[in-house]
């Protein structure tokens, strides 16, 4: 009860700020170019989760219903649709700060491969949908 | 016998009484974060996890003591050695304030130096069951089957809802792989399964021929970071993770009632 008060204050001060886990620099990165995936291209649950967890995605997007900082959960992004979160989530959001000359030149999330991001929408698609694991 | 079943009795109820003073799954003391100045934070803390197991047979689970004692050394083996991401963007931490600026953004290097301790306790009925617990229901059997990546249809011993969620693990199975319990929990934790047969050796490969039940410096790095799922509560000292909203009752309720997971139990044990 304690922590969830604490919870509740700390986020109602934070509300107020409005910058979520991004950086100030603002660097334009080109839309992804839409190529055809190969049929190589399959999804492999684990790899996909790989991918969201080297991006480090959870630490700001928190996994269930707790936002840090105002910034959507992880839930949340599984019910926007997957258009709107390749432009959104991987490239507008984050404001470039992923690219190649972005300021965290470790996570480089446009140097995805079209059906690496492919997987990664789908991980995170599916994570709103509670399949059973066996 | 009789003396046996006191002291199983008296067990029971000195761990219903431990538990009663713990709220959730995860409760964390001894919080702190060292900052080394050069971009790696090392997060310390003393987490004890507790998993409540509900047997739901209709037989009964005579070997259920022993397969939980096995899950909770398991569980707490595979947890010791700590985690490590590097390149995770995150806020930047002032050490002499110990608190995050949540204006300004960094990248760090983070050491998980947590040291956990798991409790794998059983309760008796379903008021025992609170919030977000950590739950693991025993059953006669499950009729859920899936497919591999290579297109082989297999049965389920175990089947979990992942990063939080109940997990169920059939009797049977469970008594046959005793790592069964300890896999469906890791999903809890938030694990993925393992389908890559070079990959055999790993607790997480799931398709029935392991060779051993190893756990990756990755996958223990992610676990810790489900335990700490937001790393600016590592400045509040103790922490428990009570989500009121995750209701593991309801969740497992509605697990259970799912025909398309296809589990056998005694229903009059889930009232
Ligand atoms: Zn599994």
Redesign the interface.
């Known amino acids: 009860?304690v922590?969830?008060t604490?919870k509740l204050s700390l986020g109602s001060i934070?509300f107020f700020?409005f910058?979520a886990?991004?950086?100030e620099n603002k660097i334009n990165i080109k839309a992804q170019k839409k190529n055809s995936l190969p049929d190589s291209c399959?999804y492999?649950?684990?790899d996909a989760?790989?991918i969201i967890?080297?991006l480090?995605c959870?630490?700001?997007h928190?996994?269930?219903?707790?936002r840090?900082?105002n910034i959507l959960s992880f839930d949340e992004l599984a019910t926007m649709d997957s258009s709107k979160l390749v432009n959104f989530v991987f490239i507008k959001r984050h404001n470039g700060?992923y690219s190649m000359k972005g300021?965290?030149k470790?996570?480089r999330m446009d140097t995805l491969s079209d059906c690496e991001i492919k997987n990664a929408i789908h991980y995170i698609k599916d994570y709103g949908r509670?399949i059973?694991?066996? | 016998m009789m003396a046996d079943d006191l002291i199983d009795l008296f067990k029971t109820k000195i761990s219903l009484l431990q538990n009663q003073a713990l709220s959730g799954g995860i409760v964390a003391k001894n919080l702190h974060i060292s900052d080394n100045g050069s971009g790696e934070l090392t997060l310390y803390g003393d987490f004890t996890i507790t998993l409540k197991v509900l047997d739901l047979t209709t037989g009964g689970a005579p070997n259920l003591n022993s397969l939980m004692t096995f899950t909770q050394q398991v569980i707490t083996s595979k947890l010791r050695g700590g985690g490590y991401k590097s390149g995770v963007i995150y806020f930047e931490y002032n050490s002499s304030t110990k608190s995050f600026n949540f204006r300004k953004n960094h990248t760090y290097s983070i050491r998980y130096n947590f040291s956990c301790n798991a409790r794998v306790v059983q309760i008796n009925m379903l008021s025992q069951l609170k919030g977000n617990d950590f739950v693991l229901a025993v059953v006669d059997s499950i009729g859920y089957q899936f497919t591999d990546q290579y297109g082989k249809k297999h049965n389920s011993g175990g089947l979990a809802q992942r990063d939080g969620g109940p997990a169920v693990v059939s009797y049977n199975e469970w008594r046959k792989n005793k790592y069964i319990g300890v896999h469906e929990f890791f999903h809890t934790l938030g694990l993925g399964d393992i389908e890559d047969v070079s990959k055999k050796g790993r607790l997480m490969y799931h398709l029935g021929d392991n060779t051993s039940y190893n756990i990756s410096d990755n996958e223990r790095g992610d676990m810790m970071n489900f335990l700490m799922r937001n790393i600016s509560d590592m400045t509040k000292g103790t922490y428990s993770y009570t989500n009121l909203n995750y209701n593991t009752l309801n969740l497992l309720s509605r697990f259970l009632k799912d025909t398309t997971n296809g589990f056998k139990y005694n229903k009059a044990k889930f009232r």
Do not use: K
């Not at chain 1, 928190?62 to 707790?66: K, L, N, S």
């Open positions: 009860m922590s969830n604490i934070l700020l910058v886990c991004i950086n399959r492999y649950a684990y989760r790989q967890s080297n480090s959870y630490n700001c928190i996994r269930r219903g707790e840090l900082n700060n300021a965290f470790t996570n509670d059973p694991m066996p």
